[in-house]
Structure formats: structure tokens, C-alpha cells
């Protein structure tokens, strides 16, 4: 943790005093409950914090998954204490490696780091400390293991332990692959004597087996908490003018709370910090575009003063200890659930009440699916990006318990929790089919008439039967389709089109984000597939009438036009047919 972060901080400064006045000529403790007192001030292990420090105390290997706030720090920082000799952490952001060694040399620890931000001279101090036993705990970046160099610098100390920290760095599977933890896997063949522990909170099933099987952890003890964060409340809400959603989400829930606002754009952020300024809240913009200083005060003023708001891109927050943020909130989609669950992590550390608060729309899919397709890297690659998505979307679009949701893509089962905003107010479903067959219906139209192609928003102004000059200018009020979905309003058809798009009836293609038809789009064209929706939790629910009236326009429309839909169907079957090779997403022309 940070030296400003936690109640218990003034106790372990008075340790830390304690501490050096008491330090004897070796300065290892003989139990793990004696370090945790002296050094660190607290009372107890939490949860499994006890029996993972036994374990490598015992120079036994472990693998540790643990939610963000859970407590692993000290599972290797107190093995380190215990344990003979310099315990080597592994850790991937430099800052983060900065914040860690000066909250332990505040409470009295003997540690330091080595990394490529040092000049050569305190390098040589941090080495000749090493070297003479006088650390017990050096970090250093992923990157310096997997030189010769540094191993052979190490051989001549006595290593004390390996800690592995964010661990799902070496799984390429997961969100935060970084190469250099892969030179990791080396550790166990050149130090079989040392005891390792890797440590994430990133617990999918898929990075588990990685971990494990990358960094050589077959023998390990599995340690694996629940990843449950109930103090959180859960709430993803759809999109509209989003700024002024955010706004009215903060003055309303948390007016005077510190809490963090992610965005994935430099811009947004600037923009969003500004907006939230001007409306009188203590914002401050954070991304790796502002300069290192102002990144600095910026990040101190949200641990020191009270109610602080960080707008920030993804750039913030790993390693940031503040225990009592009240809400995270997301105005873009998250790219992934792992993400997104880290993200949201920091929301109530303290145990108080705490909200994760999503805004996602219609834009946020176009957009993303946009960047996977056009983003480098091989096939394997933007399929495991659009599996990340997928999961994401899932989670959005459920009308079950986010909570279990949440857990279950952890591994984890659990009973529907109460507090997220589907318990509380469940969504209600409805039948989309007949909604979903006028929208696949005009795509394949326009395809098939026209050999046209084009984005949601002018398919949803065809639909609603709009007059605009585009629509004058392309002829649309000459097609079959045109205004036969004029019973959903704007916005709903919009939650129609992302859900579509979400449950993958719907695929993007090219740079406009043009909407094309997948497999299983011919199984709702057919009628042999229903489509289930859930409605916009932010707009008032479709009234009963205009439900009857969609069902009623339904069967007039499309009962006389079946004969055609169906001729339109084989003409798609059989282009599908023609397109060999491209089994996922059928691009028409
Ligand atoms: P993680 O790395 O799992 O996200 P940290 O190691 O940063 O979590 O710990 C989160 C917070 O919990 C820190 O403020 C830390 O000091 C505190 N903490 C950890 N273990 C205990 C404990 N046994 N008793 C009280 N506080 C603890
Ligand atoms: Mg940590
Ligand atoms: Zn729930």
C-alpha cells in the first residue's frame, strides 16, 4: 500500500519507530504474526493471508489469486521479513515499484528497487546493499531478470523468495499480456531451491492454467479467494447524452465522494474533466499524454484531499491504494471484463458501500468491434480481443444478477446478490423477434436490391420511415421496408441494433461501422429463432400499448411480405454459399 492510504497508518509510523530503535544486528522476525504486528501494525492475517505466508515461509511455492484490495502485498512482504536473505519482487510498472518501496522504508523496511529510471549511482548503492544481506525486499522490472547479467548479480546474494506480482501479465489469453514475464518461466529451472508465489487478481480459469503452467507452478498451493466484492454495487445503465448521465450520477449519489471516471480517449477525458469542472465538481484529468509532474500532484491530491474526482484513462489506478473511493465509473465500454472488474476494484476497499457505475451504447460496440478488425496482429489475436468483447457485452446485456455474472466468468458461483441494479429493479425481457427480422430484413433488401451497405443509424432512419435528404437522395422511401418500424422510438431502436449486435445476430464491417449479417441471423429471418431483449433500464419501460401496436404493425407488415423475405433468404443462403472462406461474418458484394 501507500503511506497515505488506511487508518492504520499513524500506528505504522509508530511501528516503524518501534522498529528501528529495535533492530538488532539481524533484522528478520521469527514469525510471520510478529512482523505483521511490528511492522505493519495490524491485529490479523485476512483471509487466506496466513496460510499462503506459512507456505512460503516453509520454502514451499504458491499461487495466489486475490481480488485488488485483498491484502497480497504482505504474502510476500512478510516471507521476506521471516525468511533469510532478500526477497526479489517482480513487478511490471516502475511507478507503482516507487510507491511500494517508500511505504516500506517509511515503516521501517529494508527495501529498494532496480530499475531503468535510476542513475548508476543509487543502482550501485541498491546493489551493494544486496550484496552485504542488508535488503529484505528488492523489486525490479520483469525485463532485468532475463538477463545473464542480473541473475549472476543475484546468485551472489541470497535470495530470500520470488514474488511474482500481477502475475496475469505472462498469460497471452488474458488483458495485460506483457512478453518480458514470460523470461519468467526461467526461475524455477535456475533457482529450484527458492520458493516462488505469483500473485494476481485476474482469475479467470484461462489465466489461472497459464500462470501455473508458464512460471513452472505445478507443485504450488493454490490459493484462490472469493472474488466477490459485495460492498459494490453494480450498475450498467445505457447511454444517451452521457455526460449529463455522469453528472446526474455523482451530484445525486456521491455529491462530496472521491471517485475515479474512466474513458478510453486522451480527449474524452480532457473533455469530461472540464464538463464536471464547470459544473462545480472537484475533477482533475489524468492520462499518459499530461506531463509526469502534473500526473504526480494530480495522483497525491486525490490520496490527500477529500473528494476528489479523477477522470482518467486506463493509465490510472494499478498499484493506487485509497481506500475510500465511493464510485468508479465507466463512460466508455470496458474492453474487458478482467478490466473492468480491476477498474471497478477500486471502488470501496474500505468494506463502506461503493458503486460501479457503466454508461455503454450502441457506439461503444460499433466502435470497438471497429478497432478489433482493424487492429494489428494476427487472426488469433482479434479473436481472443472479440472474446474479451463478447464476455463484456454479456455482462452488459444480462437480465440476470451482474454479481453472478461477474463471478461465474471468474470460475465462481454464487446466489443473485441483492445489490446490483438488476436485482434491484430486474429488467423486464421482451420478444425482439419481429423487431430484429424488420432490421436483418431491410439489410438484406438494401444488399440485395441496391447493393448497399450502411451503418445503424441510417438503417434506423429507414426504419422509422424519416424524411431526410439522405433518404431522398438514396431513394429509400421506395423500398419495402421503409418506415415499417416506425412504432420504437430512436433511442430504442438504437438498444435494439447494440443488442443484436451484442448477442451477435448483427457483425460490423469496414470503417463507417456498416451492419452485416451473421450465421445466426438466418435462423431469426426464418422465424425459427427468437430473439430476446431486455429493455433500456434508462428510459421509461415501453408501455403496454405500444407493445401491442408493434406486434399488431408486425403482422400486418410483414405476413404479405413473407413470400419476399423468404426469396430474400435464399438469395443470402446461397451468396453465403458462394462466400467460402468466410464463415463467421458474411460480407455481401
Ligand atoms: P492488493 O495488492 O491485493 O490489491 P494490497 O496488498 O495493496 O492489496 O492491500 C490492500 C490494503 O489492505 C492495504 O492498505 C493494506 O495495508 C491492507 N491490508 C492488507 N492486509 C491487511 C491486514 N491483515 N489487516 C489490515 N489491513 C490489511
Ligand atoms: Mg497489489
Ligand atoms: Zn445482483
Not at 7 to 26: G, I, K, Y
Amino acid at each position: 500500500g501507500s503511506p497515505s492510504g488506511g487508518p492504520a497508518h499513524a500506528d505504522r509510523q509508530a511501528s516503524a519507530a518501534r522498529f528501528s530503535a529495535t533492530a538488532p544486528a539481524t533484522r528478520k522476525f521469527a514469525t510471520a504474526a510478529e512482523a505483521l504486528h511490528t511492522v505493519f501494525g495490524y491485529d490479523s492475517f485476512r483471509g487466506d493471508q496466513a496460510a499462503i505466508i506459512a507456505q512460503v515461509v516453509d520454502g514451499k511455492d504458491a499461487v495466489v489469486l486475490m481480488p485488488t484490495g485483498g491484502g497480497k502485498s504482505l504474502c510476500y512482504q512478510i516471507p521476506s521479513l521471516v525468511r533469510e536473505g532478500t526477497g526479489i519482487v517482480v513487478s511490471p510498472l516502475i511507478a507503482l515499484m516507487q510507491d511500494q518501496v517508500d511505504a516500506l522504508t517509511a515503516v521501517g523496511v529494508r527495501a529498494a528497487f532496480l530499475n531503468s529510471s535510476q542513475d548508476s549511482a543509487s543502482r550501485g548503492q541498491v546493489e551493494r546493499d544486496y550484496l552485504a544481506g542488508n535488503l529484505d525486499l528488492l523489486y525490479v522490472a520483469p525485463e532485468r531478470l532475463s538477463s545473464e547479467a542480473t541473475k549472476r548479480f543475484l546468485d551472489q546474494g541470497t535470495i530470500a523468495l520470488f514474488a511474482i506480482d500481477e502475475a496475469h501479465c505472462v498469460s497471452q489469453w488474458g488483458h495485460d499480456f506483457r512478453p518480458d514475464y514470460l523470461a519468467l518461466s526461467e526461475l524455477a529451472d535456475r533457482w529450484p531451491d527458492v520458493p516462488r508465489i505469483a500473485l494476481t487478481a485476474t482469475a479467470t480459469d484461462a489465466t489461472h492454467q497459464e500462470i501455473t503452467s508458464r512460471l513452472q507452478m505445478g507443485d504450488a498451493k493454490h490459493f484462490v479467494a472469493s472474488f466477490d466484492r459485495p460492498n459494490i454495487q453494480y450498475r450498467i445503465v445505457g447511454k444517451s447524452e452521457v455526460r449529463k448521465q455522469l453528472l446526474s450520477f455523482i451530484k445525486t449519489e456521491h455529491p462530496d465522494d472521491a471517485g475515479i471516471v474512466y474513458a478510453l480517449s486522451r480527449k474524452t477525458v480532457d473533455q469530461t474533466a472540464e464538463f464536471l469542472r464547470q459544473s462545480g465538481l472537484n475533477a482533475l484529468p489524468y492520462h499518459a499524454g499530461l506531463d509526469a509532474g502534473l500526473r504526480a500532484r494530480t495522483q497525491s491530491k486525490f490520496l490527500r484531499d477529500e473528494g476528489v474526482i479523477i477522470v482518467a484513462t486506463i493509465a490510472f489506478g494499478m498499484g493506487i491504494d485509497k481506500p475510500d473511493v465511493r464510485f468508479v465509473a465507466h463512460i466508455d465500454l470496458p474492453k474487458s471484463v478482467e478490466g473492468y472488474y480491476q477498474e471497478t476494484g477500486r471502488a470501496g476497499r474500505d468494506g463502506a458501500p461503493a458503486n460501479a457505475w457503466l454508461a455503454y451504447g450502441l457506439s461503444d460496440v460499433v466502435q470497438q468491434r471497429r478497432m478489433i478488425d482493424e487492429s494489428p496482429g494476427d487472426m488469433s489475436h482479434r479473436r481472443k480481443l472479440s472474446a474479451h468483447l463478447d464476455a463484456m457485452l454479456a455482462l452488459c446485456e444480462t437480465v440476470h444478477c451482474r454479481r453472478v455474472n461477474l463471478l461465474r466468468y471468474f470460475g465462481q458461483t454464487s446466489e443473485p446478490c441483492g445489490n446490483c441494479d438488476t436485482c434491484l429493479e430486474p429488467p423486464e425481457a421482451w420478444d425482439g423477434t419481429v423487431p430484429a427480422q424488420k432490421l436483418l430484413s431491410t439489410i438484406v433488401r438494401l444488399l440485395r436490391e441496391r447493393n448497399q451497405k450502411f451503418g445503424a443509424g441510417h438503417l434506423i432512419d429507414i426504419l422509422r420511415g424519416k424524411e431526410t435528404p439522405r433518404a431522398t437522395q438514396h431513394r429509400h422511401t421506395e423500398l419495402k421496408t421503409w418506415g415499417i418500424g416506425a412504432d420504437l422510438s430512436d433511442q430504442q431502436w438504437r438498444g435494439v441494433v447494440r443488442q443484436l449486435l451484442a448477442q451477435g445476430y448483427l457483425a460490423t464491417s469496414g470503417e463507417y461501422g456498416t451492419l452485416i449479417l451473421t450465421d445466426t441471423a438466418a435462423e431469426v429471418l426464418a422465424g425459427s429463432r427468437q430473439v430476446q431483449l431486455r429493455t433500456e433500464p434508462d428510459r421509461p419501460a415501453r408501455s403496454a400499448a405500444g407493445r401491442t401496436s408493434s406486434k399488431k404493425a408486425a403482422a400486418a407488415d410483414l405476413s404479405p411480405e413473407q413470400a419476399t423475405l423468404f426469396e430474400a433468404l435464399r438469395v443470402w443462403r446461397s451468396a453465403q454459399s458462394r462466400e467460402q472462406g468466410v464463415p463467421a461474418y458474411i460480407v455481401f458484394g
